[in-house]
């Protein structure tokens, strides 16, 4: 198939260009800036946005990946987030539907709030509560609205943090603390977490890309770990010990409290420490099950791939 992956040049822009490739796809590529992808036939640059001319990038394409987005940017202004993620995807899916045979969205757990309930599955309502999930729900719903009347099939994909070579996001940050030897006051956490290797959110989409899939997937490696014992797995690949430190909740929440207050500057706030300390299980049953997709990585060797990245960057 003729395949367009928007942001290509993205973290999971490239693995899903690879994972499609090796598939016997052909990828056409967007991107803002020029830089090069193994694997993109051809690129085609545009800024994303409500009144983005997506007809010369559409032209001859059977399938549409939808990667682009603002994230892995606390700044950004909700207006970005309107711009690009909900209204340039609206249009995206405006000039697409009744175009092609099928787009597919990258969306986010990010829709459940930023401190989602412990679990989630296909029946948890979305309740986002930040410009970015906000951002993604509307995107996901508009392009819903659009696609139905056409025939053009519609799927999402929602993932919890994706974390592999590369990454930009809060696994990334994390290995780069561990690996640097930094403790950590997370020792006496005690949550269970799940997560997205980069080479199974990419074999996910390629799973899902040229078959009759449609609908809302949540897709999730099939391990969850806790906090402490990611930090102890992140050292071990590292071949380094972990610095963990027991301090109490009561004096974590006081951090997260004053980063609140001082906004960008500080190393914590109440969202971060959620997300260090709380629960969040995806079930990813009902995507395994209606497609068959099997996790291609552990999240051992996930964890083992993104530091040996960060190991070979810094050295």
């Not at 999402?156 to 603390?177: H, K, M, Q, S, W």
């Not at 992140?234 to 997260?256: D, E, K, M, Q, S």
Request: aromatic content about 4%; overall charge positive; some cysteine.
């Amino acid at each position: 198939m003729n395949v367009l992956v928007t942001g290509a040049g993205g973290f999971v822009g490239r693995a899903t260009v690879a994972a499609l490739t090796a598939r016997g796809h052909r990828v056409r590529g967007t991107r803002r800036r020029p830089h090069e992808v193994d694997g993109v036939a051809e690129w085609i640059d545009l800024d994303i946005g409500p009144t983005t001319d997506w007809s010369s990038a559409l032209a001859g394409v059977d399938a549409v990946v939808h990667t682009a987005a603002v994230v892995h940017r606390p700044d950004a202004a909700i207006a970005d987030h309107d711009a690009v993620t909900h209204l340039g995807s609206a249009r995206l899916a405006e000039q697409a539907a009744g175009r092609v045979e099928s787009l597919l969205l990258i969306g986010t757990v990010a829709v459940y709030g930023d401190r989602p309930p412990p679990r989630v599955d296909a029946d948890t309502e979305p309740r986002p509560d930040t410009p970015y999930g906000a951002a993604k729900l509307a995107a996901e719903r508009r392009a819903a609205d659009l696609c139905a009347p056409t025939g053009t099939r519609l799927a999402v994909l929602r993932f919890p943090a994706v974390y592999g070579p590369g990454d930009p996001g809060n696994v990334g940050r994390l290995i780069r603390l561990v690996l640097r030897g930094v403790p950590l006051p997370l020792a006496g956490v005690n949550n269970e977490r799940s997560f997205l290797a980069l080479a199974n959110a990419a074999d996910a989409v390629a799973t899902v890309v040229g078959s009759p899939v449609t609908g809302t997937y949540l897709v999730a490696d099939e391990d969850t770990i806790s906090t402490p014992d990611l930090i102890r797995l992140i050292a071990r690949c590292g071949g380094i010990r972990p610095r963990l430190v027991r301090v109490p909740r009561a004096l974590l929440h006081i951090a997260a409290a004053a980063g609140d207050r001082l906004g960008r500057r500080a190393p914590i706030d109440r969202a971060a420490l959620h997300r260090l300390t709380g629960s969040l299980v995806v079930d990813g049953t009902e995507f395994r099950r209606g497609t068959g997709w099997r996790p291609v990585s552990t999240l051992e060797s996930g964890i083992e791939a993104a530091v040996a990245a960060v190991q070979a960057k810094v050295s």
